[in-house]
């Protein structure tokens, strides 16, 4: 378990043990009334004082917490459940019965959430149920929504399809697929209705129109209190309270979801520590080098058990020359690269200087520089577009963003220049094969112009006529002055495009040279398989 | 054990011109048939039709003489006999899914099981790791935890796991490495040897034409 929730954790429980054990102690404290001991201020005896009436806060601050959690806690089970429910119905059903339940949640977003729950309570007051039926009626359309749309884009996904491909039936694939993606999501919001369920149970109950007056929640302590504060009994206020803040912020630190996790001074240290080492090497590499890094690791703290997935790698990329780095799958390419361009996944912990030009950037660096002068291209191009904006509005935003011309012409020019054609412009990236969107994330990446571009695989999926005019456009740009480094496991690729060539062998780079040193000279195919033996 | 397509048929929702029109394609039991064809001809949806992942407009698709009309039901029996291996393994894994649940989900849904476990199958599961070369290990991984190429081998196993009477194969070997691509290669050979109708789709010319008995260009796929 993260540190970071150790503390709310802590509060949660002292909170719950305070709820459950105080009122057992004697349960008739809580409604006592003892006329002689009004207003007492908090001290021996009174922990936290009396009230009005000379009952004991500290006792019925734990009863009101104990009622007050439980309504809370039935209201979010309530408002979940009929969120999934509408949520799944709308799903699964489609068609009109989704576009009513759409309306619905929008029509019940629309009203108040405390005017709703007045009405209810209205109608049946004094009621528990009331309250919990209030809560929950007004506040399941959150989990609606978020369960609707994950299901919706889960059903569509090649995996679903694969299965059902394969056979499986209609409950295989929701307690293999569905279930799984939309339980965690159904969770967290269960637990961030906890804290808004307590705040909403006393609004009302301080409004006059939740529990009956005598019993004890928070809300009509805090009633209470309104009367007591202008005599100076602030124990009467500051006690429930506290007890409200502490327990909705920890319900809420629970719910954040994991993953967040900022550098630690002991991080910060070693990163200083590694700086200063660095600085008193030389900093720059060969001459011609542009981007390089410095004793690069790449490793998964959640995994100590496994080597890390790129082991010290002190790798040159040569301005003006296309970089090629090769290596059998799983040797960690794509790690490396994702590295360089400062985009590895979060839960990945990279030690080592990546270093542009001489200079040592940090992850933030690197995404400063990422879209302006480094451009990354992933290998699975169509799930990187915009599913929802057409490649003429793509690339037109792209355009203006950097102050060029967006008409029609100019972006059919850009789009020509990758051998799209014009009507492309008018497609959504689902209308796009493998190949076509390939050319249009490239064609996004140059609208700047870059100095360092990224690619990861870049032809592996095209037919060999776009493949060839995408190896003519990198060799443009190459011999523009850009860097250009891409993996590919194409031996033959890397000795027709490459100008140098590193190869990666489980996470460590075993060479690297020109391709003439390595791979022999240009278009010799028996040289290429002499090459794949040795990797 | 053949896989026949007669006069398919096919547009997309809400664009004008049809990507497939009047199609035939046979592919005999032991056969295996390559297909090509430039960027955005239709490869992959003439691929997922075959496949019966995706209905035709119009037309038929006959898998071991078992007819299936465009838009007809089609029954988890039939499906078992067809094996897909996907173009994208990324895509078409389930990122929450050990590669274990992925590889024995063939045979727990053949056992009407509603979630794959592993632990039923772990001998079976163990020999096709041995025959795609994976690492045993790697299946109590997700897919974010492996590389691309062996992530294929998981989904190649898993096709190939009910002894499919046709085999698919969408750019079986795209984004692979040599050593990759030629297991795949083999292991599709191996399947058509056993009597399996193997259809594929590839750019890569030199792959295609080293296994293929056949490759034709998706045009002249056309009824004249």
């Known amino acids: ?535 | 054990m053949s896989l026949q397509l007669d006069g398919i048929g096919y547009r997309y929702p809400n664009t004008a011109g049809t990507v497939l029109e009047q199609l035939d394609l046979r592919v005999a039991t032991g056969r295996i048939v390559g297909v090509k064809g430039p960027s955005g001809s239709g490869k992959s949806t003439l691929l997922r039709i075959a496949a019966l992942m995706q209905s035709a407009d119009t037309g038929t698709v006959s898998i071991s003489g078992e007819r299936v009309d465009a838009g007809a039901p089609v029954s988890a029996s039939l499906r078992r006999r067809i094996g897909v291996v996907p173009q994208s393994p990324r895509a078409a894994t389930d990122p929450r899914l050990k590669l274990g649940a992925v590889l024995a989900s063939p045979l727990a849904f053949r056992d009407r099981a509603w979630r794959p476990r592993q632990g039923r199958y772990t001998a079976a599961l163990h020999r096709w790791c041995e025959r795609v070369e994976l690492d045993p290990g790697l299946l109590s991984r997700t897919a974010a935890e492996v590389s691309d190429g062996q992530l294929q081998r998981v989904l190649l196993a898993r096709a190939l796991l009910l002894d499919p009477a046709v085999l698919v194969c969408d750019e079986p070997t795209a984004q692979l490495d040599g050593q990759t691509t030629t297991l795949i290669l083999r292991l599709l050979a191996e399947q058509a040897g056993r009597g399996a109708a193997v259809l594929i789709a590839s750019h890569d010319r030199q792959s295609l034409e080293s296994i293929c008995h056949e490759v034709v260009q998706l045009g002249s796929l056309q009824r004249s």
């Open chain 1, 1 to 535: 378990m993260s540190r970071y929730r150790v503390l709310p954790l802590l509060v949660l429980a002292g909170a719950l043990l305070f709820a459950l054990v105080v009122p057992l102690g004697d349960p008739a404290a809580v409604h006592a009334v003892d006329l002689e001991a009004v207003y007492l201020a908090p001290g021996a005896g009174h922990p936290f004082g009396t009230d009005q009436l000379g009952r004991d806060v500290w006792v019925r601050s734990a009863q009101a917490l104990r009622l007050s959690l439980l309504l809370a806690l039935f209201s979010s089970v309530a408002s979940t459940v009929i969120g999934v429910g509408v949520g799944v119905a709308a799903a699964s059903a489609g068609g009109v019965l989704d576009r009513v339940a759409m309306r619905l949640i929008d029509t019940v977003n629309a009203v108040p959430h405390l005017l709703l729950g007045v009405v209810v309570l209205a109608l049946w007051p004094g009621n528990w149920w009331a309250i919990v039926a209030s809560i929950a009626l007004t506040h399941w359309t959150q989990v609606a929504r978020i369960v609707r749309a994950r299901l919706v884009e889960v059903r569509e996904a090649e995996y679903v399809a694969l299965s059902r491909a394969c056979g499986a039936s209609p409950a295989a694939i929701w307690f293999t697929h569905l279930v799984p993606a939309v339980a965690p999501q159904a969770a967290i919001a269960l637990v961030l209705q906890l804290p808004h369920a307590i705040w909403h149970e006393s609004a009302l109950s301080f409004l006059g129109v939740g529990l009956p007056p005598q019993s004890a929640s928070l809300g009509l302590l805090l009633e209470d209190a309104r009367g007591g504060i202008l005599s100076g009994a602030w124990w009467l206020l500051v006690f429930p309270a506290a007890l409200l803040v502490l327990v909705s912020w920890a319900a809420a630190a629970l719910a954040h979801p994991v993953g967040f996790r900022p550098a630690g001074p002991r991080r910060a240290a070693r990163h200083m520590r590694r700086a200063q080492a660095a600085a008193a090497r030389p900093a720059a590499g060969p001459g011609g080098a542009y981007l390089a890094t410095d004793g690069l690791t790449v490793c998964d703290p959640a995994r100590p058990d496994r080597p890390p997935l790129v082991q010290e790698v002190d790798y040159l990329a040569h301005r003006g020359a296309v970089n090629m780095i090769l290596g059998p799958s799983g040797a960690g390419k794509s790690t490396l690269l994702r590295a360089l361009s400062g985009l590895l996944s979060p839960q990945l912990q990279a030690d080592g200087r990546i270093l542009v030009d001489g200079r040592a950037l940090g992850p933030r660096d690197l995404a400063v520089e990422r879209g302006r002068r480094l451009v990354f291209v992933p290998g699975s191009a169509a799930t990187a577009l915009n599913p929802v904006r057409s490649v003429g509005a793509a690339l037109g935003r792209e355009r203006r963003r950097h102050g060029l011309d967006a008409s029609i012409p100019a972006l059919a020019t850009s789009l020509a220049e990758l051998d799209l054609a014009p009507r492309l412009l008018n497609h959504y990236p689902h209308e796009l094969s493998g190949g076509q969107a390939q050319r249009v994330v490239l064609a996004l990446g140059l609208v700047a112009g870059c100095d360092i571009l990224v690619l990861d695989e870049p032809t592996s999926a095209l037919d060999p006529d776009s493949a060839g005019i995408l190896q003519g456009v990198l060799r443009r740009l190459a011999d523009t002055g850009c860097t250009v480094i891409m993996v590919t496991h194409d031996q033959q690729l890397a000795q027709r495009l490459g100008d140098r060539v590193a190869l990666l062998v489980n996470g460590r780079l075993t060479a690297q040279g020109s391709v003439a040193e390595l791979l022999g000279p240009r278009r010799m195919p028996s040289a290429t398989e002499q090459s794949v033996e040795a990797l």
